[in-house]
């Protein structure tokens, strides 16, 4: 009877082990069978009762079944160790031979692209980038520029007033009174930022757009420095032999005053429709800086003098790219900015 109860305990666990799917499985069938509870460690207990020769017999036969289940129950282990180091091995594995993905890369806005160059080229020549603020009084916008309330200039730039008085910069030239009033001269500096106007906006006007002005003083600066400069400026930035030429022109903060026009760089003078059929571009104001702008940022105009010039960077971006449309530049459209 002992004998049978053994044979089927073994058959059973067998089964069992052989079933069991986890380790928390093998746990229960070794606790079944094998632990204090467990069926074969009953047996092993009930041994006392028995005759001596019976119990010799169990015992070596139920000793016996219990070594069998350690070895099953341990191959099992084994087995299902295996089995869930190769699922994760499998779950993790990378071909390391798939070529990888290609991040995509932003890029720099292509005024930001401009911004970047010009200062680059301006550094190259000694001058410094300056900032300054873009909500701007009216004496540094307008009076210091020596451009007094009542004077009709006022009306070259349509001006967006705030409520307190203050307004939004119309041009960068306000930082020349703002830097010279800091600095000792000799100055060279130049100004990137953004300027507003209060106008209808179309291809060619946009309500805010980006200037860079220009200033350099000292004791003895000359119309003959400026071209210099400034043709060394145009050359670098558009990567070719670049000819300026100087008109008359009015500027309320200069005198005398230039309109300065580009050899067209798209068709080098041959006349395109970016020049107009003229084989030049109007690129930019400038002129000696006024004695008066230079008085009302405290200094003496008998000792000092310098060129300044001030030019749209939206507009040396255009030129450059042949964009047809400022407002582009503002739009956010990435078929456009993706071109850059
Ligand atoms: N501020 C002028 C404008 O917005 C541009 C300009 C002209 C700047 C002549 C200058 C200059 O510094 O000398 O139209």
Known sequence: MAKIHLKTTKKRAEKEIKKSKNLIELNQIFKRYLGKQGKVSQILGSLAKMSEKKRLKMSKEANELK?????????????????????????????????????????LHPLTQTKKKIEEIFQSMGFSVIDGPEIETEWYNFDAL???????????????????????????????VRYIERRNPPLKIIVPGRIFRHEATDASHEINFYQVEGLMLDKEVSVANFKAVIEEFFKKFFEKDIN????????????????????????????????????????????????????????NPRNWQGFAFGMGLDRLTMIKYKINDIRLFYSGDLRFLNQF
């Not at 350690?70 to 594995?93: G, H, M, N, P, Y």
């Not at 451009?147 to 930082?175: C, E, N, Q």
């Open 146 to 176: 020596n451009i007094p309330k009542d004077h009709p200039a006022r009306d070259m730039w349509d001006t967006f007033y705030l409520k307190t008085g203050l307004l939004l910069r119309t041009h960068t030239s306000p930082v020349q």
């Open 244 to 299: 300026i030429r100087l008109r008359p022109s009015y500027f309320p903060f200069t005198e005398p005053s230039f309109e300065i026009d580009l050899s067209c760089p798209i068709c080098s003078g041959k006349e395109c429709s970016v020049c107009k059929q003229t084989g030049w571009i109007e690129i930019m104001g400038s002129g000696m800086i006024h004695p008066n702008v230079l008085k009302n940022s405290g200094l």
């Open 67 to 107: 070594a069998f289940l350690i070895l099953e129950l341990d191959a099992k282990t084994q087995e299902i160790k295996e089995e869930v180091r190769k699922s994760a091995e499998e779950a993790e594995w990378v071909d390391i031979t798939i070529p990888g993905k290609k991040p995509v890369f932003g890029h």
